[in-house]
């Protein structure tokens, strides 16, 4: 059974973090370059760390699948990054953040995290500004904010409808200047395929490189792993199509927990999808409902109908009608779920009736062609590409899709699994988000880890461990996990099966998304908990991995992928079956209140389900770590 | 590295030698093409012109330098730039379109060839007399200026110097078809390499942005257009017979 | 082009640049592909021949992509002679099939220079792009070290030029484009975002010099002033900015030459 400490520090709770600061051990600038650090993953969280870890003086080496750290999908961010800055003037404090966050995921996350994240969200901004990124302004020259779902005040700060690709290449910008100065080693094409464990404590890593195949192992002081979401389980979703688990997982095969990971995030505003063939769902960002207004037609018989040629009064506007005081800018998980019963009772649009409407019409008529043109024309162009639509003439088509995953391996308050050595950043831990992630939460967190709370941290564990004590990678440990994988890589191009890796992941996906999707019940879990080991079982008997080993081999790193996808799904379910309570992400038919909001059970569940490997072909075991209140009533979270 | 190692050494400073070189050659024959169009007036301007320019002496030995060198360095530029670009992309595509590139900047390379051939001919033909010697200045009869040769309002030449008679050289020179249309297609080339060269200068020094980048184009090619019938004029006028060798009779019978 | 909201499907053939390896002799392959949705992206259809390929027991075409929505700058075909094909401001994944008619035959090629070695088949290698930003591309800021955000007005022209020049997304079809194989639209997007921002004027002479300075070395060609990058850019950034970093590096090479240099000892108990 793993020890889970969240080590969450005493004291009042503005005073946690910058009281942890000053308690926790440091190691001093003579020895830091004496420590070498692998971080695993370029996105916000793993570039920024990478390079303030070796601003500091550690010895970093960086390894990113990518062919360049910019390419991570970080970059795919478009509306913007939270932060309590208050320029507006309209009431925003780091406590109003704080508990906009923690009621945001449902009350699902720790009160110490979310905490910290909103105090060290103002850094965030400044340390931006000054690497040059350019964030919109307002005439005078000053900064300029927009509202986001789930908030009250205008707290995001935004760079057009590319905030994350603006953050990120912030970021790479300070990696590639540590590059350049010789603090970090940066290993591109290189995917981390297993983690080397020596006595209980993370010490390497064993990676492919994806060019020549060949199987490599680094060795270091401490691991992070900062290699983001696990959404392309479910296969289409708004994710990258090289976005995977497989650091993670591996990790967790290593004896790291796996925290949550039920709670998925599903985005309301996606464009639809249009065929089987579809590799990818295109998000519309959520800045798009600060002017447009959801609606399907009242009327089922209107559903195929043009929508322009639908009366106003023929129209439901379900959110501002469920949600007056939020309206259109209701959470994401309520929104999605509001769409889908829409879409239940038969009122959707498009060809495939899984669709609502997201209409400018009213902007149109308020700011203008033009104005919404300056606003939102990048989101139009990119609608108009794939549909052949203009959102200026008929209203958008969108539907919910899977977007972010709040779930992670588990992380204590210095974000160290309970593997020691072994720390998480970013998308890829469980801590910040509880049951469901508020937009333009997640840049924030990710640079947050990385600049801002693992440089300090990662010291209090590398203090303690005797500068030159790493282990070499002659070490019998690196030498059977190399072979472990050179093993299993071999494997895969002997199956030689009838179906390729990409027809496996599409059925697992269909699996996830109809039995673990925006809506679960015991039944369709139970369900799913049998189909995923018997497509598991297929997988690895016909499978077919065409080429060799020693080459750029794309089937062969998909197929890993997708081996680990094949294990995560299953966990997915179990974690949502044994989680009987809806919160957040997580919505389970079986408890809701009448009117159809998420029915949690503070009494039972306001824990971390922390799910432990045990072995193949065993059950994992669920550890628990209890969600303690110290300084906010956990409420019903109310939208109306 | 200095000053001249960053100009000489780095890709944009070779462009910023092709542009200001550029510009100095660019001057050079505006200044030629106004020159010559005195030929339109009486002999005397043109023929007064010639011997005022050869009476500067050392000083146009100085333009002469600055314009070789200027021309030296244009086509070392030009050559090393061109190589470096060749080798850039040493595996070529199977099909390859252009986007926007205009066609005269897609000529650049055989419009710059032409022109320098024509530039040798030109100086064989009318500097140093090796073709055509029967028409060259120093084979036909000095010319009695019969007018002073004024420039900016003083007396540069005065009435009654022998000079070298250019004007008829000129004229019976281009009265051979093949002489004139070797000329125009060179002017012609010519016109269109200063429409992207005199474009590309802008850019090349930072000058340039899209915001009056139409304004220029349009004066780049209204300055061409010019510059081409201007000189297409001359040729055109011998051809067509406008222009014919002036009286033997006003040249000085003797040398 | 199909009509845009056409849904009859589409035949194609597909004549893909195969290549096993960097020293492998290359060819063009045909690869016929039919009942082809004009909703499907250009990718899904590499995807589903990969598929067939699979199946038949043939090596997939090796091509490169991540996001799929145009902004993470892997993708990188030239698609029937033009870098990521043909539609104005998108990059090859955001290509879909109604760009095309029934019968045609798609060429797709690698982007080539010689400072993008080639992989395998439609990959390329680009990390010269990382390299020029590994010289320079930067400001150099240690974390923690930031003035309040609003402490540094930026006028909105400035900041939405810099974001112009910004949206970068480094996927090298300026330099596929450019007959010259040259880098400078990259290298001056990065130089003019910088060099706008009042944060970027301590290091807006070094920066410059060092970043052009890398890119001649890595083998790029020069500019000759076609604007071929700009129509290939997938995020129709402008040529402006070559203008202005020519600007900056004959401003910065005057500057280094002739300005004093400080001495360095740094002093202190």
């Not at chain 1, 008529?365 to 939102?376: P, S, T």
């Not at chain 2, 030296?72 to 595509?93: C, F, G, P, Q, S």
């Not at chain 2, 140093?128 to 007396?155: C, H, M, N």
Request: charged fraction near 20%.
């Amino acid at each position: 059974m793993a020890q889970l400490d969240s080590r969450i520090p005493a004291g009042p709770l503005a005073e946690k973090w910058r009281r942890h600061k000053t308690e926790i051990k440091l190691v001093n600038p003579a020895n830091k370059r004496k420590y070498e650090i692998i971080v695993v993953g370029a996105g916000l969280a793993g570039a920024s760390a990478a390079a303030t870890l070796a601003e500091l003086g550690y010895k970093v080496k960086s390894f990113v699948f990518h062919d360049s750290p910019r390419r991570a999908h970080s970059i795919a961010a478009q509306g913007g990054i939270n932060a309590a800055k208050n320029y507006q003037n309209d009431g925003d404090s780091v406590h109003r953040l704080f508990y906009d966050t923690l009621k945001g995921g449902d009350y699902r996350s720790r009160e110490a995290n979310v905490h910290r994240l909103a105090e060290v969200s103002v850094n965030i901004i400044d340390q931006c500004v000054a690497q040059g990124v350019p964030f919109a302004r307002e005439y005078g020259g000053l900064l300029a904010n927009r509202s986001f779902g789930g908030a009250q005040v205008s707290r995001t700060f935004y760079a057009r409808g590319q905030t994350g690709q603006q953050l990120l290449l912030g970021a790479y910008s300070a990696l590639s200047r540590m590059i350049g100065a010789g603090g970090v080693e940066m290993h591109t094409n290189s995917e981390m395929l297993d983690l080397v464990v020596i006595d209980g404590h993370a010490k390497g890593i064993v990676v492919r490189n994806l060019l020549t195949g060949a199987i490599e192992t680094y060795a270091a002081d401490a691991v992070i792993l900062a290699t983001g979401g696990y959404g392309n389980v479910f296969n289409l979703s708004t994710y990258a199509r090289g976005s995977n688990v497989t650091a993670s997982w591996r990790a967790y095969k290593r004896g790291a927990c796996f925290a949550n990971p039920c709670y998925t995030q599903i985005h309301p505003t996606c464009i639809p999808v249009s065929g089987d063939y579809q590799s990818k769902l295109t998000l519309m960002s959520e800045s798009l409902r600060n002017d447009g207004r959801i609606w399907a037609p009242k009327k089922k018989e209107d559903a195929k109908k043009d929508p322009n040629s639908i009366p106003e009064a023929d129209r439901d506007y379900y959110l501002e009608r469920m949600y007056p005081s939020f309206g259109n800018l209701a959470p994401r998980d309520i929104a999605s779920r509001a769409a889908k019963r829409v879409c239940d009772e038969g009122r959707g649009v498009g060809e495939t009736g899984l669709g609502v409407y997201l209409d400018f019409a009213d902007a149109i008529k308020r700011l203008g062609e033009a104005g919404v043109r300056e606003r939102y024309g990048n989101l139009f162009d990119i609608y108009h590409e794939i549909t052949a639509e203009s959102a200026y003439q008929v209203p958008m088509r969108i539907f919910p899709a899977v977007h972010y995953t709040m779930g992670g391996l588990w992380v204590d308050y210095n974000l160290m699994s309970n593997v020691p050595g072994l720390f998480v950043l970013g998308e890829a831990n469980f801590s910040d988000h509880g049951a469901n992630r508020l937009g333009a939460s997640a840049l924030m967190q990710g640079l947050a880890d990385g600049y801002f709370v693992i440089p300090y941290t990662i010291g209090d564990y590398l203090a303690g461990q005797k500068p030159g004590s790493r282990p070499s990678v002659d070490a019998p440990e690196f030498k059977a996990a190399a072979e472990n994988i050179r093993g299993m890589t071999e494997r895969f191009l002997q199956i030689k099966g009838k179906e390729p890796v990409s027809h496996y992941h599409k059925r697992l996906g269909k699996i996830l998304w109809e039995h673990c999707g925006m809506a679960r019940t015991r039944a369709t879990l139970t369900e799913a908990l049998k189909l995923i080991p018997a497509l598991r079982e297929e997988f690895w008997a016909n499978v077919k991995v065409p080429g060799s080993a020693d080459t750029l081999n794309q089937s062969l790193e998909q197929a890993g992928r997708v081996a680990d996808f094949l294990e995560l799904g299953e966990l997915l379910c179990l974690d949502a079956l044994t989680r009987e309570e809806s919160c957040g992400g997580h919505f389970r038919e079986e408890y809701q209140y009448p009117d159809g909001e998420c029915k949690r059970d503070d009494v039972n569940f306001a824990h971390v389900a922390a799910w432990e490997f045990q072995g193949a072909g065993k059950a994992p075991l669920r550890n628990i770590e209890p969600l303690n209140y110290e300084f906010t009533k956990m409420s019903v979270r109310n939208y109306k | 590295m200095n000053l001249a190692g960053r100009i000489f050494g780095s890709s944009i400073g070779r462009k910023v030698i092709m542009a200001i070189t550029g510009v100095i050659l660019t001057g050079f024959v505006i200044g030629h093409l106004v020159g010559n169009l005195q030929i339109f007036a009486e002999p005397d301007h043109i023929n007064g012109y010639g011997a005022f320019l050869h009476q500067l002496g050392p000083l146009l030995w100085v333009a002469r330098i600055v314009l070789i060198a200027s021309a030296v360095l244009h086509i070392w530029a030009a050559t090393v730039l061109t190589m470096e670009n060749h080798a850039a992309r040493d595996v070529k595509y199977g099909v390859k379109h252009t986007l926007r590139a205009t066609l005269s900047s897609r000529l650049m390379r055989v419009s710059g060839v032409v022109v320098l051939a024509f530039l040798i001919y030109h100086l064989a033909h009318f500097t140093l007399g090796f073709t055509q010697a029967a028409t060259f200045k120093e084979s036909l009869p000095l010319y009695t200026l019969g007018t002073d040769f004024k420039v900016a309002g003083f007396i540069t030449v005065r009435a009654g110097t022998p000079t070298f008679d250019v004007y008829n050289m000129v004229v019976l020179g281009f009265q051979k078809p093949v002489v004139s249309l070797f000329y125009i297609i060179a002017v012609g080339l010519l016109s269109l390499h200063l429409l992207h060269g005199a474009d590309s200068m802008f850019q090349t020094m930072g000058w340039r942005s899209e915001k009056w980048a139409g304004g220029l184009r349009k004066i780049v090619v209204l300055f061409c257009l010019v510059y081409f019938v201007g000189n297409l004029a001359i040729p055109g006028a011998v051809l067509l017979g406008k222009l014919q060798p002036h009286e033997p009779a006003r040249a000085a019978a003797t040398r | 082009m199909v009509a845009e909201n056409s849904t009859q499907p589409i035949s194609v053939t597909l004549r893909v640049w195969r290549q096993a390896g960097p020293a492998a002799p290359g060819k063009f392959v045909d690869y016929p592909a039919t009942n082809v949705s004009p909703h499907m992206s250009f990718l899904e259809l590499l995807d589903v021949v990969n598929d067939g390929l699979t199946l038949k027991g043939e090596e997939p075409i090796a091509f490169a992509h991540d996001c799929r929505e145009g902004i993470c700058g892997t993708c990188s075909c030239t698609i029937n002679g033009k870098p990521h094909g043909p539609g104005h401001g998108v990059a090859t994944c955001q290509i879909y099939m109604r760009a095309f008619s029934d019968g045609d035959v798609i060429i797709v090629e690698p982007f080539r220079a010689r400072a993008f070695p080639l992989v395998k088949d439609l990959v390329v290698d680009r990390s010269a792009f990382d390299q020029i930003i590994q010289a320079g591309g930067f400001i150099s800021v240690r974390t923690g070290a930031a003035p309040d955000a609003n402490s540094i007005p930026v006028p909105k022209g400035d900041a939405d030029l810099a974001m112009d020049a910004a949206a970068c997304i480094g996927c090298g079809a300026c330099v596929a484009a450019c007959k010259n194989a040259s880098a400078m639209l990259f290298v001056a997007a990065k130089v003019s975002q910088l060099g706008l921002l009042p944060q970027g004027q301590p290091e807006r002479d070094s920066r410059v010099l060092a970043m052009v300075g890398t890119m001649d070395a890595l083998g790029f060609g020069n500019c000759t002033n076609q604007y071929e990058c700009s129509a290939a850019c997938p995020k129709a950034i402008s040529h402006d900015f070559i203008a202005r970093m020519n600007r900056d590096y004959l401003k910065a090479s005057v500057r280094a030459s002739f300005k004093p240099a400080a001495s360095s000892a740094t002093g202190g108990a």
